[in-house]
């Protein structure tokens, strides 16, 4: 998907609202527990509540991962159940070098198709160009994150500016504004700032909205651009909302709210 496919995506649905699928088995309503696959049928609940309102789908691999085998063909399905159209994103966090990073992209990018996948850039160069080889997926590079832990490295001085800065900087040459986005976490609006100054064309993914505390309204403020440039995602405040019967209703209302106030920032 290009960077103007997603932009009309974004203007068609007056959404940048992307939906994590973070599922964990252990926080799963009672109704699906004799399901034989339960993940897989919540998670195509919850799609099908929101796929009208969101542009963006993000698979946290880890939650899959952990279930063996079977969370990989748990995967593959809930990758088929999402509408075509919808941007997917492989939350992997993979950062190796050489040869290993070639097997990542083709894993994320050929095997399963996803349109990107987030990237940790800690190894330098050769552990983040092999993902910018494919015509129309994306990059998505650890800039800042919401963690606490993010001040132990991130925020270290280099002189001039810090890491965090000199890493992005970086990672900018390497690709361009069409194959590289950035994570900056939703809870560092100054910083946000900052970053939409210094990278104006680049989207930027941002989690941290809802359960963490983030404000929309502060990122849209200061992360959007002329072409908005921004998804926005949210996991536990749209997954968990109700843990009944009702939890894709209460997605879907959740997923409602969210997307209304980014209509009336979208204007």
Not at 74 to 96: H, M, S, V, Y
């Amino acid at each position: 998907m290009t960077k103007t496919e997603l932009h009309d995506r974004i203007q068609a649905k007056k959404s940048f609202l992307c939906v994590g699928l973070d599922t964990d088995p252990a926080k799963l309503p009672a109704i699906l527990q004799n399901e034989k696959d339960p993940v897989l049928s919540f998670n195509r609940a919850i799609i099908e509540a929101t796929h009208d309102l969101a542009v963006s789908y993000k698979p946290n691999l880890a939650f899959y991962e952990a279930l063996g085998p079977k969370g990989w063909e748990t995967l593959q399905a809930t990758l088929e159940t999402i509408p075509e159209g919808l941007f997917t994103i492989a939350d992997a966090k993979r950062g190796d070098i050489g040869n290993t990073a070639d097997a990542y992209a083709r894993t994320f990018f050929h095997t399963y198709a996803f349109d990107s996948v987030t990237v940790n850039p800690y190894m330098g160069r050769d552990s983040v160009t092999p993902f910018l080889q494919y015509p129309g997926k994306w990059a998505i590079v650890l800039g800042l994150t919401s963690n606490p832990g993010a001040a132990d490295i991130q925020y270290l001085s280099t002189g001039a500016e810090k890491v965090y800065e000199a890493t992005m900087r970086q990672v900018a040459g390497w690709g361009t504004a069409e194959n590289t986005m950035f994570v900056v976490g939703a809870t560092r609006p100054e910083e946000l700032k900052r970053i939409r100054e210094q990278f104006p064309e680049h989207f930027l993914l941002v989690p941290g909205v809802g359960a963490q505390g983030g404000s929309l309204e502060e990122v849209y403020r200061n992360g959007a651009n002329s072409q908005t440039g921004l998804l926005v995602n949210a996991s536990r405040s749209i997954l968990y909302a109700s843990s009944g019967a009702d939890f894709a209703e209460a997605a879907r209302a959740e997923a409602l709210r969210m997307q209304g106030e980014m209509a009336e920032l979208l204007g």
